[in-house]
Structure formats: structure tokens, C-alpha cells
């Protein structure tokens, strides 16, 4: 839900996520060994970090128009929309990563 109890959380919950991910994504590069091409555990990872980075922007999206432009039955169409939409964000992401490996 959009409500204003629930923002807080939903911001926090992405944010950490985030920050997790590029803190293990640090720690993975710097173990892994010096060689010319990416391995699949890289492309793995970049398609993790675009999937949360995917997650705040749409989370930020629904936010902004359901409390600052005061469109809650269009906050909720975009997020029920999104729900449809973050899959195929999923496939395109993950086609793309594995793509340049």
C-alpha cells in the first residue's frame, strides 16, 4: 500500500537492499581473479544491482504521486501495473547482463 505508514519501510527496504548488494558486489570483485573476460557471477550482479536500482526508482515513481501530486488512484494503477511490468523488466535485464559475458 502507498499510505504514508507504509512509505518509510518500503524507501528503507530498497535502500539497505541496495547498498547490500553493491557492498557484496565490492567484496566479489576484489576476490575474484584478474582475467580478460567476465565470469557469470559478474553478470549476476549487474543484473541485481539494476533490479533494486529498478525497485527505488518505481518505489520513488509511486511515492511522488501518490503524496506529492495527490493522485492516489493513479499511484495505485501504476503500482498494480508495475507489478506486471518488474518480470519483464527482470527478463530484459537479465537477457542484457548475460548477453555481454
Not at 580478460?36 to 549476476?44: A, H, Q, T, V, Y
Not at 541485481?48 to 526508482?57: A, D, E, F, N, Q
Not at 495505485?76 to 537479465?94: T, Y
Request: aromatic share 12%.
Amino acid at each position: 500500500p502507498a499510505s504514508p505508514q507504509f512509505s518509510m519501510p518500503r524507501a528503507g527496504t530498497c535502500s539497505v537492499t541496495t547498498l547490500t548488494i553493491l557492498t557484496l558486489r565490492s567484496a566479489t570483485l576484489t576476490t575474484l581473479p584478474i582475467r580478460p573476460s567476465k565470469c557469470w557471477l559478474e553478470g549476476f550482479e549487474d543484473m541485481c544491482v539494476c533490479l533494486t536500482v529498478y525497485t527505488v526508482l518505481i518505489n520513488v515513481f509511486v511515492e511522488t504521486v501518490y503524496h506529492k501530486w495527490k493522485r492516489e488512484e493513479d499511484a495505485h494503477r501504476i503500482q498494480r501495473k508495475a507489478g506486471f511490468l518488474f518480470p519483464l523488466l527482470a527478463l530484459f535485464d537479465g537477457l542484457l547482463c548475460w548477453s555481454f559475458i
